[in-house]
């Protein structure tokens, strides 16, 4: 692929040039009624071609590309700058560091090797809940991409990620009681299966007792798969520029942006860091279009830890080289992880253990959309495991709901963190898995409504 990027970068005859290739590799296996359905592996690449002349952005992505049909992506990337007007955010390239240890070498992918330690533990998973009359199901995937980005500006980078997911989904033989967890890794060695199983049946049998409960306002436990799915949105409502524009929950009422104000409690700290352990991502930008978040003649811009929340105050928003030199401040590149930092709290079990009055423990939360933009509310249902713990342990299952929440308003009303995990969002575990965050202890949590989703 390297030789495609600079073949590529060759052929241009833009006034300036950014190529970004890819390869991945992803192996998955999925399961239902205790056996293995299907498995798979899957490759692919891809070439994406940004032109600039005069100030005008033209961007060609294709999949597989060839040495044969490279001059013509190249062309029809210059042909796409007609016509468009001047880029806003036209800047000069960042100069180049020369070419990095590694550009050359091939990608290496352990395919489904990766599922060596996990198929056989999940064998004896099928057998033991045929013994206890459980059903699962669930899906495993493993994926390794590699990202080459070469400009005219003499800019080498490369980055190779790794993650992988695992979503397991336990069921009463008569489907009347359902729950699920899932974990991110990139390696499944650290996947212990047994545990993930007792996890499981544990919770079928919190749900033999059931309650039903009006809508209100909760005390919650909030599972860190849920509280994930609702910083993703807090997270992508972070650009300065739409801040500063009035446009968003972080806009400052008479203009600006609240960067030094305390919008949640004040154990809220949270960060990104695209070296953190275990959900490393790619440490530069690399993005073939602009917006609020990301702008492509920052292509290569180094990225670092920045501080987002500290002691409950916002400390940061998202920004573009571009708009920080038009509003005096620092560029604040977008960073591809999130971590709620949380080093000493406790697990969830001594949550439910310290919980003394009716408090509903949320497992996961799905169907999310935002309502309004301006205070970031948000309404989304329950899923797979609403529980009623009381006098430090769970009573019985509990209906469905339909939330009506702001992430900004939970962080508010936090009253205790756990302790920080790696966890998957199931919402948006798809495309936003590298995230770091604690159980949350949440008063007044507006479950708006009985939902009959089950």
Avoid at 34 to 57: C, D, E, F, K, P
Wanted: proline share 6%; with cysteine.
């Amino acid at each position: 692929m390297h030789e495609l990027v600079e073949r590529a970068l060759a052929l241009s005859e833009a006034d300036d040039c950014i190529v970004i290739g890819s390869e991945s590799t992803t192996a998955n296996v999925r399961w239902a009624n205790n056996t293995s359905t299907t498995n798979g592996l899957s490759t692919g690449t891809g070439l994406q071609v940004v032109s600039v002349l005069g100030g005008r952005v033209g961007s060609v992505g294709v999949s597989n590309p060839t040495a044969e049909n490279l001059e013509s992506i190249v062309r029809r990337s210059e042909a796409a700058c007609e016509g468009r007007p001047e880029a806003e955010d036209a800047m000069a390239l960042p100069a180049g560091e020369g070419t990095p240890p590694g550009w050359a070498a091939p990608m290496v992918a352990p395919g489904v090797a990766a599922f060596s330690k996990l198929a056989p533990a999940l064998g004896e998973a099928f057998r033991r809940a045929a013994i206890d009359e459980v059903l699962l199901f669930g899906y495993a995937e493993h994926d390794t991409s590699t990202t080459w980005l070469a400009t005219s500006a003499g800019m080498r980078r490369r980055h190779t990620h790794v993650d992988g997911r695992i979503e397991v989904n336990a069921k009463s033989p008569d489907f009347s009681r359902s729950t699920w967890t899932g974990r991110t890794s990139g390696s499944f060695d650290d996947i212990d299966v047994p545990a993930l199983y007792d996890h499981l049946v544990e919770r079928l049998g919190w749900a033999a007792t059931t309650v039903e409960m009006p809508a209100g306002h909760y005390d919650v436990l909030l599972e860190p798969s849920a509280v994930a799915d609702m910083l993703y949105y807090l997270y992508v409502s972070t650009a300065a520029r739409e801040a500063d524009e009035g446009r968003t929950v972080f806009s400052r009422p008479g203009g600006g942006n609240r960067i030094g104000e305390r919008l949640y409690a004040p154990s809220v700290n949270l960060y990104s860091d695209p070296t953190e352990p275990g959900i490393e991502v790619t440490p530069f930008v690399v993005t073939s279009s602009s917006g609020s978040f990301s702008s492509v003649f920052d292509n290569g811009l180094p990225v670092g830890r920045t501080q987002w929340v500290r002691d409950g105050v916002v400390e940061a928003l998202v920004s573009t080289r571009h708009w920080a030199a038009a509003s005096g401040t620092e560029p604040r590149p977008h960073v591809g992880n999130l971590v709620l930092d949380s080093p000493s709290g406790p697990d969830l079990a001594g949550m439910i253990a310290a919980t003394t009055r009716p408090t509903l423990l949320i497992t996961c939360f799905w169907y999310i959309r935002d309502v309004d933009e301006q205070t970031l509310l948000l309404t989304g249902l329950t899923r797979d495991g609403v529980y009623l713990v009381e006098d430090g342990r769970v009573k019985a299952a509990v209906n469905n709901f339909r939330f009506n929440m702001s992430p900004v308003d939970l962080l508010a009303q936090v009253v205790e963190m756990g302790a920080t995990v790696p966890t998957l969002p199931r919402e948006f575990g798809d495309w936003f898995r590298n995230t770091k965050v604690p159980p949350l202890r949440v008063e007044r949590f507006n479950m708006s409504s009985v939902s009959k989703a089950t």
